[in-house]
Protein backbone atom coordinates (compact mmCIF):
# COMPACT_ATOMS: atom_id res chain seq x y z
CA UNK A 1 0.00 0.00 0.00
CA UNK A 2 0.97 3.39 -0.96
CA UNK A 3 2.03 5.28 1.99
CA UNK A 4 3.98 8.43 3.45
CA UNK A 5 4.49 8.65 7.17
CA UNK A 6 6.42 11.81 8.86
CA UNK A 7 8.38 11.36 11.82
CA UNK A 8 7.88 13.68 14.48
CA UNK A 9 4.31 15.30 14.68
CA UNK A 10 5.56 17.46 16.61
CA UNK A 11 8.86 19.28 17.55
CA UNK A 12 9.69 22.23 19.40
CA UNK A 13 13.05 23.70 19.41
CA UNK A 14 14.55 26.90 20.93
CA UNK A 15 16.02 29.45 18.57
CA UNK A 16 19.00 28.40 16.70
CA UNK A 17 18.72 24.61 17.68
CA UNK A 18 19.19 22.53 14.71
CA UNK A 19 16.72 19.54 13.69
CA UNK A 20 15.68 17.60 10.66
CA UNK A 21 12.22 16.17 10.17
CA UNK A 22 11.81 12.65 8.38
CA UNK A 23 9.31 11.80 5.91
CA UNK A 24 9.60 8.01 4.83
CA UNK A 25 7.43 6.72 1.98
CA UNK A 26 6.91 3.71 0.43
CA UNK A 27 5.29 3.78 -3.26
CA UNK A 28 5.06 1.66 -6.59
CA UNK A 29 7.74 3.96 -8.37
CA UNK A 30 8.44 7.59 -7.03
CA UNK A 31 8.15 10.35 -9.93
CA UNK A 32 8.76 13.50 -7.27
CA UNK A 33 8.99 13.93 -3.20
CA UNK A 34 7.53 17.37 -2.27
CA UNK A 35 7.77 19.03 0.51
CA UNK A 36 5.10 22.01 1.61
CA UNK A 37 4.88 24.05 5.05
CA UNK A 38 1.42 25.77 5.74
CA UNK A 39 0.66 28.16 8.19
CA UNK A 40 -2.49 27.84 10.23
CA UNK A 41 -5.51 28.75 8.12
CA UNK A 42 -3.84 29.45 4.66
CA UNK A 43 -2.99 26.66 2.08
CA UNK A 44 0.14 24.65 1.53
CA UNK A 45 3.20 26.95 0.37
CA UNK A 46 5.71 25.22 -1.81
CA UNK A 47 9.07 24.49 -0.72
CA UNK A 48 11.08 21.92 -2.75
CA UNK A 49 11.15 18.80 -5.25
CA UNK A 50 13.32 16.41 -4.78
CA UNK A 51 13.23 13.71 -7.87
CA UNK A 52 15.90 11.16 -7.27
CA UNK A 53 17.64 9.71 -4.66
CA UNK A 54 20.77 11.82 -3.79
CA UNK A 55 19.50 15.32 -4.61
CA UNK A 56 19.36 17.98 -1.96
CA UNK A 57 17.69 21.58 -2.46
CA UNK A 58 18.26 24.90 -0.14
CA UNK A 59 16.52 27.64 0.91
CA UNK A 60 17.31 29.65 2.99
CA UNK A 61 17.68 27.75 6.61
CA UNK A 62 16.05 24.67 4.94
CA UNK A 63 17.56 22.05 2.98
CA UNK A 64 16.14 18.97 2.02
CA UNK A 65 17.15 15.88 0.83
CA UNK A 66 16.28 12.56 -0.47
CA UNK A 67 17.06 8.65 0.02
CA UNK A 68 15.31 5.97 -1.57
CA UNK A 69 12.67 5.37 0.68
CA UNK A 70 12.84 8.38 2.92
CA UNK A 71 13.48 12.29 2.81
CA UNK A 72 14.76 14.80 6.00
CA UNK A 73 14.21 17.99 5.80
CA UNK A 74 16.99 20.01 8.21
CA UNK A 75 16.74 23.12 10.01
CA UNK A 76 19.52 25.06 9.95
CA UNK A 77 19.50 27.58 13.33
CA UNK A 78 15.56 27.96 13.17
CA UNK A 79 13.95 31.12 13.95
CA UNK A 80 10.24 31.55 15.03
CA UNK A 81 9.09 32.68 11.77
CA UNK A 82 9.83 28.93 10.90
CA UNK A 83 6.88 27.79 13.02
CA UNK A 84 4.68 26.29 11.05
CA UNK A 85 3.71 22.03 10.06
CA UNK A 86 5.75 20.74 6.97
CA UNK A 87 4.06 18.44 4.88
CA UNK A 88 5.52 15.86 2.52
CA UNK A 89 4.00 14.35 -0.20
CA UNK A 90 5.06 11.91 -2.87
CA UNK A 91 3.98 11.11 -6.42
CA UNK A 92 3.89 8.01 -7.48
CA UNK A 93 3.91 6.48 -11.01
CA UNK A 94 0.35 6.68 -11.58
CA UNK A 95 0.41 10.31 -10.83
CA UNK A 96 -1.85 10.28 -7.60
CA UNK A 97 -0.10 12.15 -4.55
CA UNK A 98 0.21 10.69 -1.55
CA UNK A 99 0.76 13.60 1.60
CA UNK A 100 1.46 12.72 5.47
CA UNK A 101 0.42 13.93 8.29
CA UNK A 102 2.83 16.53 8.57
CA UNK A 103 5.42 17.76 11.56
CA UNK A 104 4.10 20.68 13.57
CA UNK A 105 7.27 22.77 14.77
CA UNK A 106 7.29 25.25 16.52
CA UNK A 107 10.29 27.72 17.67
CA UNK A 108 11.33 28.91 20.81
CA UNK A 109 12.46 32.36 20.49
CA UNK B 1 0.75 37.82 -9.73
CA UNK B 2 -2.27 36.73 -8.00
CA UNK B 3 -2.36 33.73 -6.59
CA UNK B 4 -4.94 30.84 -6.65
CA UNK B 5 -8.24 31.66 -5.18
CA UNK B 6 -10.98 29.96 -3.77
CA UNK B 7 -14.92 30.82 -2.63
CA UNK B 8 -16.74 31.04 -0.47
CA UNK B 9 -13.68 30.95 1.70
CA UNK B 10 -16.44 29.44 4.46
CA UNK B 11 -19.61 27.42 4.07
CA UNK B 12 -22.05 25.89 6.74
CA UNK B 13 -24.40 23.01 5.01
CA UNK B 14 -26.79 20.64 6.48
CA UNK B 15 -26.96 16.75 5.66
CA UNK B 16 -28.27 15.87 2.69
CA UNK B 17 -27.40 18.83 0.85
CA UNK B 18 -24.85 19.25 -1.92
CA UNK B 19 -22.49 22.22 -2.35
CA UNK B 20 -20.43 23.59 -5.30
CA UNK B 21 -16.91 24.99 -4.40
CA UNK B 22 -14.81 26.74 -7.29
CA UNK B 23 -11.37 27.21 -7.55
CA UNK B 24 -9.58 29.78 -9.88
CA UNK B 25 -6.04 28.88 -10.72
CA UNK B 26 -2.76 31.47 -11.04
CA UNK B 27 -3.05 32.98 -14.39
CA UNK B 28 -1.66 30.75 -17.74
CA UNK B 29 -1.52 27.59 -15.07
CA UNK B 30 -3.56 24.62 -16.64
CA UNK B 31 -3.86 22.21 -14.33
CA UNK B 32 -6.35 22.29 -10.99
CA UNK B 33 -5.95 19.58 -7.99
CA UNK B 34 -8.84 18.95 -5.38
CA UNK B 35 -7.35 17.92 -2.01
CA UNK B 36 -9.58 16.97 1.34
CA UNK B 37 -7.59 18.07 4.20
CA UNK B 38 -9.02 16.77 7.51
CA UNK B 39 -7.02 16.74 11.57
CA UNK B 40 -7.09 12.59 10.87
CA UNK B 41 -6.37 11.40 7.52
CA UNK B 42 -4.11 14.87 6.38
CA UNK B 43 -4.20 16.01 3.20
CA UNK B 44 -6.03 13.36 0.67
CA UNK B 45 -6.35 13.92 -3.71
CA UNK B 46 -9.55 13.73 -4.70
CA UNK B 47 -9.21 14.94 -8.62
CA UNK B 48 -7.15 16.64 -11.29
CA UNK B 49 -7.97 18.82 -14.12
CA UNK B 50 -6.11 19.40 -17.27
CA UNK B 51 -7.54 21.29 -20.48
CA UNK B 52 -10.88 20.72 -18.77
CA UNK B 53 -10.36 16.75 -18.62
CA UNK B 54 -10.27 14.82 -15.71
CA UNK B 55 -6.90 13.42 -16.04
CA UNK B 56 -6.71 11.83 -12.45
CA UNK B 57 -9.05 10.55 -9.30
CA UNK B 58 -8.55 9.60 -5.80
CA UNK B 59 -10.35 7.08 -3.81
CA UNK B 60 -13.18 9.31 -3.07
CA UNK B 61 -16.83 8.55 -3.48
CA UNK B 62 -18.70 8.94 -6.74
CA UNK B 63 -20.62 11.97 -4.53
CA UNK B 64 -17.65 13.75 -5.55
CA UNK B 65 -17.21 15.31 -8.71
CA UNK B 66 -15.47 18.28 -10.35
CA UNK B 67 -15.19 20.16 -13.77
CA UNK B 68 -13.09 22.44 -15.40
CA UNK B 69 -14.18 25.28 -17.92
CA UNK B 70 -11.75 26.68 -20.71
CA UNK B 71 -10.42 28.92 -18.81
CA UNK B 72 -8.84 26.78 -16.60
CA UNK B 73 -11.00 27.94 -13.52
CA UNK B 74 -12.38 24.76 -11.55
CA UNK B 75 -15.71 23.73 -9.54
CA UNK B 76 -16.31 21.03 -7.08
CA UNK B 77 -19.81 19.58 -6.15
CA UNK B 78 -20.15 17.49 -3.19
CA UNK B 79 -24.01 15.58 -3.43
CA UNK B 80 -25.72 14.23 -0.46
CA UNK B 81 -23.64 15.67 2.07
CA UNK B 82 -22.28 13.34 5.41
CA UNK B 83 -21.11 14.48 8.52
CA UNK B 84 -17.42 13.25 7.41
CA UNK B 85 -17.18 15.44 4.47
CA UNK B 86 -16.80 18.36 7.03
CA UNK B 87 -12.68 19.36 5.90
CA UNK B 88 -11.06 22.13 4.67
CA UNK B 89 -10.57 21.54 0.85
CA UNK B 90 -8.03 22.65 -0.98
CA UNK B 91 -6.98 23.46 -4.48
CA UNK B 92 -3.83 23.75 -5.97
CA UNK B 93 -2.77 24.49 -9.41
CA UNK B 94 0.51 23.76 -11.66
CA UNK B 95 1.75 25.29 -14.82
CA UNK B 96 2.18 22.76 -17.21
CA UNK B 97 1.29 19.19 -18.90
CA UNK B 98 3.10 17.19 -16.29
CA UNK B 99 1.30 17.09 -12.69
CA UNK B 100 5.29 16.68 -11.27
CA UNK B 101 5.14 20.68 -11.83
CA UNK B 102 5.39 22.84 -8.60
CA UNK B 103 1.76 22.80 -7.16
CA UNK B 104 0.13 26.27 -5.68
CA UNK B 105 -2.12 25.86 -3.38
CA UNK B 106 -5.21 28.49 -2.65
CA UNK B 107 -6.38 29.40 1.29
CA UNK B 108 -9.12 26.75 1.05
CA UNK B 109 -13.04 26.62 1.51
CA UNK B 110 -13.83 25.68 5.25
CA UNK B 111 -16.60 23.33 4.59
CA UNK B 112 -18.84 22.21 7.96
CA UNK B 113 -22.02 20.00 7.50
CA UNK B 114 -24.31 19.48 10.99
Known amino acids: EDQVTQSPEALRLQEGESSSLNCSYT??????LFWYRQDPGKGPEFLFT???AGEEKEKERLKATLTKKESFLHITAPKPEDSATYLC??????????FGTGTSLTVIP | KAGVTQTPRYLIKTRGQQVTLSCSPI?????VSWYQQTPGQGLQFLFE???????NKGNFPGRFSGRQFSNSRSEMNVSTLELGDSALYLC?????????????FGPGTRLTVT
Open chain 2, 92 to 104: ASSLGATITYEQY
Open chain 1, 27 to 32: VSGLRG
Open chain 1, 50 to 52: LYS
Open chain 1, 89 to 98: AVQATGNQFY
Open chain 2, 27 to 31: SGHRS
Open chain 2, 49 to 55: YFSETQR
